[in-house]
């Protein structure tokens, strides 16, 4: 089957959505193989432009979290050297 150009969901949520419809009809067989197999393909694009954004929100969030340590936190100055050691 040759690979088609997908055009990616316009959010996280719209993708999610569209995959649980993807999901039902395959599930209730009233589909037939072709079209089963065109949406397969597509629910696989949409499995991976799904980890791929949650792979860049969990980057986001670990960066996030450090900003504190960054920012002047007290317990990242008294653990730097050559504070009071």
Known sequence: ???????PPKSFEDA?????????????????????LTRYERGVFLIQHCRAVLATAEKQIELLTKLPDVEGDPAAESSSP???A
């Open 1 to 7: 089957m040759a690979r088609k150009t997908q055009t």
């Open 16 to 36: 999610l959505s569209e995959l649980e419809r993807i999901l039902s009809d395959i599930e209730a067989g009233e589909i037939g193989l072709e079209e089963s």
């Open 82 to 84: 050559g504070a009071g």
